[in-house]
T-cell receptor, first 112, second 115 residues
Framework: SQQGEEDPQALSIQEGENATMNCSYK?????LQWYRQNSGRGLVHLIL???NEREKHSGRLRVTLDTSKKSSSLLITASRAADTASYFC????????????WGLGTSLAVNP | DGGITQSPKYLFRKEGQNVTLSCEQN?????MYWYRQDPGQGLRLIYY???????QKGDIAEGYSVSREKKESFPLTVTSAQKNPTAFYLC??????????????FGPGTRLLVL
């Protein structure tokens, strides 16, 4: 069952611009994670934010979490063509047995 | 791809045939997972295992079977009962801990096609 819903479904920007993707979820969570998937490849973990955290940074990535709105955003600053990929959010629900609930993803195209 | 290997990269199945997808990890992770991904879709959980000799059904287990006889191996069999098996199959693993901040490490995937 899908909990996370990413928005937008697809995003096309120019190199150097910032890209923002959003994720909404429905139930209480332990943490929310963002993953990246290049076409035809496995997923790679990007960043994890716990339910008691509001913002986290990793290089050019910035993730925010608003538990009152049950939403998260992923910001990629100064995007590069190599950032072209699909980005997925996944939530570990409170009380869950470590299963992750996945969104449908945002497809990001960064044009050189 | 983080110490997890999947084979083969492409697999062709004939009608009525069972096929087995391999997943091996050398990360010493306790938990392993199998997901199915259809085009333009997110991941759907087929089966998962938190410890050797134990596994649980995920959201779409019908037509699939697994075993977990060794910590490093979690093969998935797509049986003839799975009527729409064409998809991209992803195996993942994670460390079993109580820290509630586990991330999953993914293999490169196996694309299954029906002849």
């Amino acid at each position: 069952s899908q909990q996370g819903e990413e928005d937008p479904q697809a995003l096309s920007i120019q190199e150097g611009e910032n890209a923002t993707m959003n994720c909404s979820y429905k139930t209480s969570i332990n943490n929310l994670q963002w993953y990246r998937q290049n076409s035809g490849r496995g997923l790679v973990h990007l960043i994890l934010i716990r339910s008691n955290e509001r913002e986290k940074h990793s290089g050019r990535l910035r993730v925010t979490l608003d538990t009152s709105k049950k939403s998260s955003s992923l910001l990629i600053t100064a995007s590069r063509a190599a950032d072209t990929a699909s980005y997925f959010c996944a939530t570990e629900n409170a009380g869950n047995n470590r299963k992750l609930i996945w969104g449908l993803g945002t497809s990001l195209a960064v044009n050189p | 791809d983080g110490g997890i290997t999947q084979s083969p990269k492409y697999l062709f199945r004939k009608e009525g045939q069972n096929v087995t997808l391999s997943c091996e990890q050398n990360l010493n992770h306790d938990a392993m997972y199998w997901y199915r991904q259809d085009p333009g879709q997110g991941l759907r959980l087929i089966y998962y295992s938190q410890i050797v000799n134990d596994f649980q059904k995920g959201d779409i287990a019908e037509g699939y079977s697994v075993s977990r006889e060794k910590k490093e191996s979690f093969p998935l069999t797509v049986t003839s009962a799975q009527k729409n098996p064409t998809a991209f199959y992803l195996c993942a693993s994670s460390m079993h801990s109580d820290q509630r901040k586990e991330t999953q490490y993914f293999g490169p995937g196996t694309r299954l096609l029906v002849l």
